[in-house]
């Protein structure tokens, strides 16, 4: 059965570069009221009145929220990452990030050396590449930002996707197609070794871009897998060069209390390389949450392998605990 035309993505999810700030829903304030229901503890239905328009947004609209106002100045680590589970709740299901089953995670430097298998891009000090993580929603809240660095950069994946259709088909072809993704290193509760699954995809008249580049790369590397075409590398290529055109990502800096949440399957993002203060306390740290939320597009089935689920709102993503 033949495959339908790839055809432009017309959305709100399709911008480019600092569009992206004009774009309604983009900057939230969580305002007097908002900040008090969360240092109150108790009832939020300011905070979650806010949270259920970004909720809507990030399906409907842009892809890409900030939240700024968040009062985590004097909190401890337990206390934050114990706010920041509730309002993430407030988005939708908050599922794993680990083997361990942890539902916050600490992207921070954490000192690993090079070639530890602990290490994951998140807890080190250098710059990452345009990628999307496994799971519908993904959140930051900024508890310490970097002495200098650390900016965050967001594309739209729609965008990048209407760019080669328009410049070079053949790669966007080649991106709907399956990749093998080898197993990450951290991700143990999974008995399987490998996926498959493509760059672009659409299902039930919803775009999906999926890419974290690092785990095709170690499927080209496993003498058990196919190796990648001289093609498939230089569409995977293009991806990276197009979303690191300025003209086509939005870079901001997160600052203490801010939230910024990301549609993973409309936006890719990276950060930029940091140089840490010197003082332990004053070290940049961002928790992180993985979120489903009851409003997710349907994906295709090849998503089921890695995901979980492929049906509209289901609960799916993360990594399973050991």
């Known amino acids: 059965m033949p495959k339908p035309a790839l055809t432009p993505i017309d959305h709100p999810c399709a911008w480019r570069g600092e569009e992206l700030f004009t774009r309604p829903g983009w900057l939230r304030e969580l305002g007097d009221a908002g900040r008090e229901e969360i240092e109150a503890g108790g009832e939020m239905p300011a905070v979650e009145a806010l949270l259920a328009e970004v909720r809507e947004s990030l399906e409907d609209g842009a892809g890409a929220v900030l939240v700024r106002g968040v009062p985590v100045g004097g909190l401890s680590g337990e206390a934050a990452e114990a ?9 939708g299901t908050p599922v794993s990030q680990s083997a361990g089953g942890e539902l916050i995670y600490s992207v921070r430097d954490a ?13 080190t000090r250098r710059g990452l590449s345009f990628h999307s993580d496994r799971c519908d929603v993904i959140g930051f809240l900024c ?3 970097a002495k200098s660095g650390g900016e965050n ?37 999974n008995a399987s070794p490998y996926c498959r699954q493509p760059v672009f995809s659409q299902a039930g008249g919803k775009f ?24 498939q590398v230089a569409a995977l290529d ?21 939230m910024v949440f990301l549609n993973n399957w409309v936006t890719l993002h990276r950060r930029t390389a940091f140089e840490d203060h010197p003082e332990p306390e004053r070290k940049r740290h961002i928790l992180r949450a993985w979120i489903s939320p009851p409003n997710s597009r349907p994906l295709d089935p090849l998503f089921r392998d890695n995901y979980g689920a492929v049906e509209a709102g289901a609960v799916r993503g993360g990594m399973r605990a050991m």
């Not at 706010?83 to 988005?91: D, E, G, K, P, V």
């Not at 996707?161 to 509760?189: C, I, M, Q, W």
């Not at 293009?238 to 801010?258: K, N, Y």
């Open 83 to 91: 706010c920041f589970l509730r309002l993430a709740a407030m988005l």
């Open 153 to 189: 950069d967001v594309v739209s994946s729609a965008a990048i996707f209407n760019e080669l259709l328009e410049t070079s088909p053949r790669a966007a072809e080649l991106l709907a197609e399956p990749f093998y993704y080898k197993r990450h290193t951290v991700d143990l509760g």
């Open 238 to 258: 293009a991806v990276e060069e197009i979303a690191s055109r300025p003209g086509m990502h939005a870079r901001f800096r997160q600052r203490e209390g801010d």
């Open 208 to 231: 999906a871009c999926c890419l974290l580049r690092v785990l095709i790369d170690r499927a080209h590397a496993d003498p058990g897998l196919p190796d990648l075409t001289a093609e």
């Open 111 to 123: 000192g690993h050396a090079a070639g530890d298998p602990r290490a994951r891009g998140p807890n």
């Open 143 to 145: 508890l310490r930002a």
